[in-house]
C-alpha cells in the first residue's frame, strides 16, 4: 500500500497569511495526487486533482504542485472560510490512500 | 445541480448487516466510476471501495478492511449506488461517503454522508 504522509498534522494562522502544507508519498505516484478540504460537521469537498489542477469552482488562491513523492498544497492568502482540515489523496495505485489530514486553525 | 445523496444508515448490532443507497442526479451516471469513503467519529479519510461503470465491465475494488463483508452494486437505470455490508464490527462505526470519480480519476463530487453505528 501506498502510505501518505501530511505535515503539519495541524497549524495555527491569521487571516492574510500564506499557508503550505506539504504530503509525501511512500512510493512514486507520478502526479495521480488530490486535495481535499473538510469543514467541521461537512462533506469533505474536492479541490484540486493530478497535483495541481483545480476542481471546477475552487478559487485561485489555492494551488498544488510537486511530483512523484513528494506534494504541497499552498494557500496564498487564508480567509475565515479556508479554516479547515486539509487531505492528501493518492489514487496512483489500490487501495486508494489518504493522509492524516492537516487541521488548519485560527491564530 | 449534481447531486449525490445517501440513505440508509442507522444503528445495527455487531455480526449483523446494512445496505446503503446512494442516488445520483444532475449527470450520466452511468458514465462514471463511484467509490464509497468513509470516516469514523473523529478520524481521518479511509476508501472503502470502487465500482467501474459498464464499459469497464462494473468491476470493482475493495480495501482489505472490507473485502468478503462488503458489496458494491449499482443500477443505472436507478441512477443508483448501493453499498450491501455485512458481518458489521464496531469498527465500521462511520459516516459513509458516495463519491463520482472524473474522467482523470479523482474524486470530484461527494455525497452528505449517511452515519452507521455498530453497537449492541
Known amino acids: 500500500d501506498t502510505q501518505m504522509t501530511q505535515s503539519p498534522s495541524s497549524l495555527s494562522a491569521s487571516v492574510g497569511d500564506r499557508v503550505t502544507i506539504t504530503c509525501r508519498a511512500s512510493?512514486?505516484?507520478?502526479?495521480?495526487l488530490a486535495w481535499i478540504q473538510q469543514k467541521p460537521g461537512k462533506a469533505p469537498k474536492s479541490l484540486i486533482y493530478?497535483?495541481?489542477s483545480l476542481q471546477s469552482g475552487v478559487p485561485s488562491k489555492f494551488s498544488g504542485s510537486g511530483s512523484g513523492t513528494d506534494f504541497t498544497l499552498t494557500i496564498s492568502s487564508l480567509q475565515p472560510e479556508d479554516f479547515a482540515t486539509y487531505y492528501c489523496?493518492?489514487?496512483?495505485?489500490?487501495?486508494?490512500?489518504f493522509g492524516g489530514g492537516t487541521k488548519v486553525e485560527i491564530k | 445541480e449534481v447531486q449525490l445523496v445517501e440513505s440508509g444508515g442507522g444503528l445495527v448490532q455487531p455480526g449483523g448487516s446494512l445496505r446503503l443507497s446512494c442516488a445520483a442526479s444532475?449527470?450520466?451516471?452511468?458514465?462514471?466510476?463511484m467509490d464509497w469513503v468513509r470516516q469514523a467519529p473523529g478520524k481521518g479519510l479511509e476508501w472503502v471501495g470502487r465500482?467501474?461503470?459498464?464499459?469497464?465491465?462494473?468491476?470493482?475494488e475493495y480495501a482489505a478492511s472490507v473485502k468478503g463483508r462488503f458489496t458494491i452494486s449499482r443500477d443505472d437505470s436507478k441512477n443508483s449506488l448501493y453499498l450491501q455490508m455485512n458481518s458489521l464490527t464496531t469498527e465500521d462505526t462511520a459516516v459513509y461517503y458516495c463519491?463520482?470519480?472524473?474522467?482523470?480519476?479523482?474524486?470530484?463530487?461527494w455525497g452528505q454522508g449517511t452515519m452507521v453505528t455498530v453497537s449492541s
Open positions: 465500482i467501474r461503470n459498464k464499459v469497464n465491465s462494473y468491476t470493482t
Open positions: 444532475g449527470f450520466t451516471f452511468s458514465d462514471h466510476y
Open positions: 512510493q512514486g505516484i507520478s502526479n495521480h
Open positions: 489523496q493518492q489514487y496512483n495505485s489500490y487501495p486508494l490512500t
Open positions: 493530478a497535483a495541481s
Open positions: 463519491v463520482r470519480v472524473d474522467r482523470q480519476s479523482a474524486f470530484d463530487i
